[in-house]
């Protein structure tokens, strides 16, 4: 019998409540019934990103928002700075040369993170946007946005936020530190399948997307927002993945954006603190509360681990992309998580180092962990 622990950083476990809204009979998106769940999942978004502003959801993954967030603000030719810190930022500096974007990509030694100061060094009057995550999640590195965001309020810049994995885990007060753009995805945080995409669109975006020129056609903003605006989408919605959505926001309702937060603070630190009881180090400079990125122990084989985690036990964690192959492993703790759930991942590496005859001290993880969870 196979039992499935998810804790990759995408995906993330789906609660039952949002499974079995899946399975419901179809029903057709150009009707009332849709435009009522459709106009609730928005009003739901909004709160988790803490926006007034426009939101607009996509049929796609994460990246096709990210996409939509370069197509719909730039010109060809467009000065813009993108901050490499990892896979995700790499994507970034993709994106913005796929469009013939005049890149200043910021190269950062992958485990830390870019700070206010370098992003003002590096801003001219010339520079459109600047983009980064909030979290990194190849590196589990946090980005400081709320100090980022202070200085690109004072250009003409508009700062864009890939939030993908780190919303609901590392906060992000999207109005209130003013940051024009937020790009969100379903398969982490939010707690349902792959597959939609989202953006927070600010006043100050809009206005950069009146004059933008750059080619685009399904990402396209504007008519989004004409359809968002009455409740509707442009082409055919991911219903079922809508339905979802709906259930998960109930729970994060529920549960209280604020508890979710401190919770994956908590889940993060104890992640942490077993980790560090083994005698493992920790790779990010400044750890993300959504995934935490742990290097392997001298002389063990970082794929090997995974693969017995995943075949012998069934648990889900991610390896390290690129240089970091086989050198770390991350457990995400994002979303349907609780007490248990954690201490059964720290368990978890004790149980596969020790068949890997890695030393240390038994229980030594599971020991700490749960001495920061129950407090
Ligand atoms: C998961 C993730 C993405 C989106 O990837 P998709 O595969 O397109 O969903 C983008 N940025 C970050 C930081 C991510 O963690």
Not at 244 to 251: P, Q, S
Not at 261 to 272: D, Q
Request: hydrophobic share 45%; proline share 4%; aromatic share 6%.
């Amino acid at each position: 019998m196979k039992k499935e622990y998810l804790y990759s950083p995408g995906p993330t476990t789906v609660p039952p409540e949002a499974l079995s809204v899946m399975g419901a009979p179809m029903f057709h998106h150009r009707t009332a019934r849709f435009r009522a769940l459709f106009g609730e999942v928005v009003e739901g978004l909004k709160r988790v990103l803490q926006t007034g502003n426009d939101v607009l959801v996509f049929a796609a993954s994460g990246t096709g928002a990210m996409d939509g967030s370069v197509a719909n603000v730039c010109s060809l030719g467009d000065r813009v700075i993108m901050v490499n810190g990892g896979k995700f930022g790499e994507r970034w500096g993709q994106i913005g040369r796929a469009y013939g974007l005049d890149v200043d990509e910021i190269m950062l030694e992958w485990g830390t993170g870019v700070t206010p100061a370098q992003i003002k060094e590096h801003l001219t009057d010339q520079v459109k946007a600047v983009y980064i995550q909030l979290c990194e999640t190849s590196t589990a590195v946090a980005t400081d946005v709320q100090g980022i965001a202070e200085v690109v309020g004072k250009t003409d810049a508009i700062l864009v936020v890939d939030a993908i994995s780190g919303l609901l885990c590392d906060e992000l007060l999207t109005d209130q530190w003013g940051v024009d753009i937020v790009v969100a995805g379903s398969q982490k945080g939010l707690m349902i399948p792959p597959g939609l995409a989202a953006v927070a669109v600010s006043k100050k975006a809009w206005g950069l997307v009146k004059k933008a020129a750059l080619p685009r056609y399904y990402f396209d903003f504007v008519k989004h927002k004409k359809s968002v605006d009455k409740n509707d989408t442009p082409y055919t919605p991911a219903v079922s993945l809508i339905r979802a959505l709906r259930e998960t926001l109930a729970l994060v309702e529920a549960e209280g954006r604020d508890t979710m937060l401190a919770n994956a603070a908590k889940y993060a630190k104890a992640v942490r603190a077993g980790m560090e009881a083994l005698g493992l180090k920790l790779f990010s400079q400044s750890p993300s509360n959504a995934v935490t990125a742990v290097l392997m122990p001298e002389g063990a084989d970082g794929a090997e681990f995974i693969k017995i985690l995943r075949d012998k036990l069934g648990v889900t964690f991610a390896s390290g992309q690129e240089a970091l192959k086989g050198k770390i492993f991350r457990i995400a703790t994002m979303g349907y998580l609780n007490d248990f759930d954690v201490l059964t991942a720290v368990a978890a590496v004790e149980h596969v180092l020790r068949a890997m005859n890695v030393s240390f001290t038994p229980g030594a993880a599971v020991r700490a962990a749960q001495e920061l969870l129950v407090g």
